[in-house]
């Protein structure tokens, strides 16, 4: 497809965004492209950031994609999956072996690397239902 067909699908898929919480598509279907956006404004600038990722045939991304375009660790990885699967804080460090304060430090990584602002955002980011 086209580079600016696609571009112009993402940018009316982006609109859209703007009225909707949590501000993500999981997955948007362009020709024969599959993407997945994040938009956000920026401050008060009003400017708007768009993530666009193609997804996998499986609809969630994969662990290499998280480390190589995120720079997640293996650690975070682990814990986004787990974050993903709506596991709190508590239930994390339970799962991994770790405290609670190191399962919310690895999740305030993983938020900031992501440059998601929730949880919630995490799971729609790397998983589709």
């Known amino acids: 497809m086209a580079p600016d067909k696609v571009l112009a699908g993402l940018l009316e898929t982006a609109s859209v965004l703007l009225e909707t919480q949590p501000r993500v598509a ?3 279907q362009i020709g024969n492209e599959r993407f ?11 400017w708007v950031m768009v993530l666009v990722q193609t997804v996998a045939d499986s609809g969630e991304v994969s662990d290499a994609d998280l480390k190589h375009r995120y720079g997640l660790t293996d650690r975070e990885i682990e814990v986004a999956r787990l974050l993903a699967e709506r596991h709190s804080n508590k239930e994390i460090a339970r799962i991994l072996g770790v405290k609670v ?8 990584n993983i938020l900031a690397k992501l440059r998601v602002p929730s949880r919630r955002d995490v799971r729609a980011l790397i998983k589709s239902d």
């Open 36 to 46: 997945r956006l994040l938009v956000d404004r920026h401050g008060n600038e009003g």
């Open 26 to 28: 999981p997955g948007v």
């Open 101 to 108: 304060f190191t399962a919310g430090r690895h999740t305030e």
